[in-house]
């Protein structure tokens, strides 16, 4: 028997599971939310590693539900670091009252729905069970820790860490030899900063990417009126753009101008804050491969003017995909460590890593001692998390099992046999490609609102019908059937994670049209549903 009864249970106390579990204590629900650390905050909890900061603007990347708490709370800084995002979602939590309802250091291993009495029990690592009548999974999509699958890893007897399992500890790098494997955006964050002060660092490059400066700077405590007054601006701009960032796409060719406009367009953007160069530029850039080798080019011309060794630029700039087709890693200086007398760059593609061993990492045609390593490999993105719980519906169907093709799902909210689950960003969920807190609150806010018309209607029972989730899918690959975002091998596409089906796992039509058909669902009575 289960150890205890609720009406709904959050599997993760991130953004998304904070902000469910304030909605639905609003309801009146006894909620209890499990949460594998032991602290709130979830990406922002986990990922504690040498320069993690955001790489969307501060002031847009907070929740705008509390006027209270928009008014309280100083963001520092333009892009804050990981320290102070921390310190915002406890102050939140602290604010909101949170923790009463959250069991920490609770790992949810498995979840089965049962039928006859329709209601989810949940196990939790250790053995402990909790039911409910509904499961919402807050689970976040990039949480599943992917480690590369190296020979030796265990055998080496130096200091080594995962980027998203870092210790609360401070650590030194003064005078240590480093290695830091991937130069994703958690790659690109982590090597500027111990660039700064190791002895030697040796960056180990599978692929190389594009990335973009960050142009981070401080807001000072005379700016903080201003910014404060601005917020129902920037969450209106948030709202109409395309990912739910402060920036939106010029809708304008780039064969509209003359190259001399253009590139001084990009010029502008480059300079700029954060994603504008990437998000803010023209729309082809995303559609049109002769317009992506534009941006591309003046890109690449960059790195080559910021990096002084033309074969170590060389190796830096991407040859298998063009400039946007992957999150873009937003950098500090990160091209200048490279001109450092203690940063060596190792092509992974010339010389692979044979094993990692006792004293450092053997490549194809050396060894290389190191006293330290960093696993800057990412993550089994958006559907890992559900795999790595078991997850059972109607009749003992595995959901592991029922994606093994891909992610199916409607609205990326629901599936097909496993009824009174919602998922918080899950896969094909418009909260995915997207500034992810704007959309958070939209996801967040839809479930409340439909398990609130279930109440008012005495349903007990609620799930997708498998018409409407085949048309969901089919509609999200149909928003990328254009998009040069299918064309490279990134998270995106699930090609990280190797023996994983290669295919679209976000939603591609933008913030605007998901929130529009959410709303439409629901406005009809939660269409594509079957309640009772």
Same mark, same amino acid.
């Given at each position: 028997?289960?150890? $205890?009864?609720?009406?709904?249970?959050?599997?993760?106390?991130?953004?998304?599971?904070?902000?469910?579990?304030?909605? &639905?204590?609003?309801?009146?629900?006894?909620?209890?939310?499990?949460?594998?650390?032991?602290?709130? %905050?979830?990406?922002?909890?986990?990922?504690?590693?040498?320069?993690?900061?955001?790489?969307?603007?501060?002031?847009?990347? *907070?929740?705008?539900?509390?006027?209270?708490?928009?008014?309280?709370?100083?963001?520092?800084?333009?892009?804050?670091?990981?320290?102070?995002?921390?310190?915002?979602?406890?102050?939140?939590?602290?604010? &909101?009252?949170?923790?009463?309802?959250?069991?920490?250091?609770?790992?949810?291993?498995?979840?089965?729905?049962?039928?006859?009495?329709? $209601?989810?029990?949940?196990?939790?690592?250790?053995?402990?069970?909790?039911?409910?009548?509904?499961?919402?999974?807050?689970?976040?999509?990039?949480?599943?820790?992917? @480690?590369?699958?190296?020979? /030796?890893?265990?055998?080496?007897?130096?200091?080594?860490?995962?980027?998203?399992?870092?210790?609360?500890?401070?650590?030194?790098?003064?005078?240590? +030899?480093? %290695?830091?494997? /991937?130069?994703?955006?958690?790659?690109?964050?982590?090597?500027?900063?111990?660039?700064?002060?190791?002895?030697?660092?040796?960056?180990?490059?599978? !692929? =190389?990417?594009?990335? =973009?400066?960050?142009?981070?700077?401080?807001?000072?405590?005379?700016?903080?009126?201003?910014?404060?007054?601005?917020?129902?601006?920037?969450?209106?701009?948030?709202?109409?753009?395309?990912?739910?960032?402060?920036? $939106?796409?010029?809708?304008?060719?780039?064969?509209?101008?003359?190259?001399?406009? +253009?590139?001084?367009?990009?010029?502008?953007?480059? =300079?700029?804050?954060?994603?504008?160069?990437?998000?803010?530029?023209?729309?082809?850039?995303?559609?049109?491969?002769?317009?992506?080798?534009?941006?591309?080019?003046?890109?690449?011309?960059?790195?080559?003017?910021?990096?002084?060794?033309?074969?170590?630029?060389?190796?830096?700039?991407?040859?298998?995909?063009?400039?946007?087709?992957?999150?873009?890693?937003?950098?500090?200086?990160?091209?200048?460590?490279?001109? $450092? !007398?203690?940063?060596? &760059?190792?092509?992974?593609?010339?010389?692979?890593?044979?094993?990692?061993?006792?004293?450092?990492?053997?490549?194809?045609?050396?060894?290389?001692?190191?006293?330290?390593?960093?696993? *800057?490999?990412?993550?089994?993105?958006?559907? /890992? %998390? #559900?795999?790595?719980?078991?997850?059972?519906?109607?009749?003992?169907?595995?959901?592991?099992?029922?994606?093994?093709?891909?992610?199916?799902?409607?609205?990326?909210?629901?599936?097909?046999?496993?009824?009174?689950?919602?998922?918080?960003?899950?896969?094909?969920?418009?909260?995915?490609?997207?500034?992810?807190?704007?959309?958070?609150?939209?996801?967040?806010?839809?479930?409340?609102?439909?398990?609130? #018309?279930?109440?008012?209607?005495?349903?007990?029972?609620?799930?997708?019908?498998?018409?409407?989730?085949?048309?969901?899918?089919?509609?999200?690959?149909?928003?990328?059937?254009?998009? &040069?975002?299918?064309? =490279?091998?990134?998270?995106? @596409?699930?090609?990280?994670?190797? /023996?994983?089906? +290669?295919?679209?796992?976000?939603?591609?039509?933008?913030?605007?049209?998901? +929130?529009?058909?959410?709303?439409?669902?629901?406005?009809?009575?939660?269409?594509?549903?079957?309640?009772?």
């Amino acid at each position: 028997m289960p150890n $205890q009864q609720f009406d709904a249970i959050i599997v993760g106390a991130g953004i998304a599971g904070m902000y469910q579990l304030y909605r &639905l204590r609003e309801l009146g629900l006894k909620v209890r939310a499990y949460e594998t650390g032991d602290g709130v %905050g979830g990406v922002w909890y986990w990922n504690r590693y040498p320069g993690a900061r955001f790489d969307s603007e501060s002031y847009s990347y *907070a929740f705008s539900f509390s006027d209270e708490i928009l008014k309280e709370w100083n963001w520092s800084e333009r892009f804050s670091g990981q320290a102070e995002n921390e310190r915002y979602y406890n102050f939140v939590a602290d604010k &909101l009252d949170l923790r009463k309802d959250i069991q920490f250091n609770s790992k949810v291993t498995a979840a089965r729905f049962l039928q006859d009495e329709n $209601q989810w029990e949940v196990e939790i690592e250790g053995g402990e069970k909790a039911r409910a009548r509904y499961m919402i999974t807050a689970l976040g999509p990039l949480s599943a820790v992917q @480690m590369p699958r190296i020979e /030796g890893i265990d055998s080496f007897k130096g200091e080594y860490h995962h980027t998203a399992r870092w210790p609360k500890t401070p650590v030194d790098f003064k005078g240590k +030899r480093v %290695g830091v494997i /991937g130069t994703g955006a958690t790659g690109v964050q982590v090597i500027q900063e111990v660039a700064k002060t190791a002895k030697q660092l040796t960056v180990f490059q599978l !692929d =190389a990417n594009w990335c =973009a400066p960050l142009n981070n700077s401080r807001i000072t405590d005379a700016e903080q009126p201003a910014l404060k007054a601005s917020y129902p601006e920037v969450f209106k701009k948030c709202r109409e753009s395309f990912g739910g960032f402060v920036h $939106q796409f010029d809708m304008r060719s780039i064969f509209d101008v003359t190259p001399e406009e +253009r590139e001084a367009i990009f010029e502008r953007l480059y =300079a700029e804050p954060g994603f504008g160069i990437w998000l803010g530029n023209f729309h082809d850039i995303m559609t049109d491969e002769k317009a992506n080798a534009i941006i591309t080019d003046f890109i690449a011309r960059k790195i080559r003017q910021r990096v002084k060794d033309p074969a170590v630029a060389d190796i830096l700039i991407p040859k298998d995909h063009g400039f946007g087709m992957k999150r873009v890693p937003m950098e500090t200086k990160y091209y200048e460590a490279y001109n $450092q !007398d203690n940063v060596k &760059l190792v092509d992974l593609r010339k010389t692979p890593i044979e094993r990692v061993n006792a004293t450092g990492i053997k490549t194809s045609d050396k060894q290389c001692d190191l006293d330290f390593i960093i696993y *800057a490999t990412g993550f089994d993105a958006v559907t /890992g %998390g #559900y795999k790595r719980i078991d997850i059972r519906g109607v009749d003992g169907q595995s959901l592991s099992e029922r994606w093994s093709d891909g992610p199916h799902t409607y609205l990326g909210m629901q599936v097909t046999g496993f009824p009174n689950m919602f998922m918080l960003v899950g896969p094909h969920n418009g909260a995915t490609f997207c500034n992810i807190p704007r959309c958070i609150e939209q996801n967040v806010e839809w479930v409340t609102d439909c398990i609130k #018309y279930m109440q008012a209607h005495n349903y007990k029972r609620i799930e997708t019908t498998l018409a409407a989730e085949d048309a969901w899918t089919d509609h999200v690959y149909d928003t990328v059937k254009d998009s &040069l975002l299918t064309k =490279a091998d990134s998270w995106f @596409m699930g090609a990280n994670t190797p /023996g994983k089906k +290669r295919t679209f796992l976000l939603y591609g039509g933008g913030g605007p049209a998901y +929130r529009a058909k959410c709303d439409e669902v629901a406005a009809k009575g939660y269409e594509g549903f079957k309640m009772q």
